[in-house]
């Protein structure tokens, strides 16, 4: 099995078990691992495909039945592109919100402002990107990765 089929092969699984998650699971430690495998598993693809025509990629693609989700080779590096903005949002959501649980010290205001704008810059990179690919292709990505959540809704503005 040649790198590129084997790969394809690790996402469809990783994409099966985040398929498995709960909707309370949304962003869970369990949600962000397997992002972070999935992105691994990208790059690595990514790599991959270099060395692969249009044609036998999307060969590979359809036998492993991720046709909807990839169907052109420069996906993969689109997916972790909006994978790692994902995961930014998330930390810094996740830091601001243990600012505001805890004591407020001299310094948090202006860590609190400045996660803040982290996270809404991985955001509107998300979004750039995400109106880029298109309202199917980031449906199809939305589905696949267990970001149904009002967070990632598709905008038309």
Do not use: C
């Not at 509107?124 to 696949?144: L, N, P």
């Amino acid at each position: 099995m040649g790198t590129t089929q084997r790969q394809l092969v690790n996402l469809d699984m990783l994409f099966a078990d985040v398929e498995m998650l709960g909707i309370s699971e949304y962003s869970s430690d369990t949600h962000r691992k397997l992002l972070l495998d999935i992105q691994n598993v990208l790059e690595q693809l990514e790599i991959a495909v270099q060395h692969e025509t249009v044609s036998s990629f999307q060969k590979a693609v359809a036998a492993t039945g991720l046709s909807k989700a990839l169907e052109d080779k420069r996906m993969p590096g689109i997916y972790k592109r909006l994978i790692g903005y994902v995961l930014q949002y998330w930390q810094a959501d996740k830091k601001a919100a243990e600012i505001l649980a805890s004591e407020f010290g001299g310094n948090a205001d202006k860590r609190l402002e400045l996660l803040q704008v982290k996270g809404i810059k991985a955001k509107s990179q998300f979004k750039t990107v995400a109106r880029a690919m298109g309202k199917t292709d980031y449906e199809h990505f939305i589905s696949a990765l267990g970001l149904m959540h009002e967070d990632w809704l598709w905008s038309s503005s």
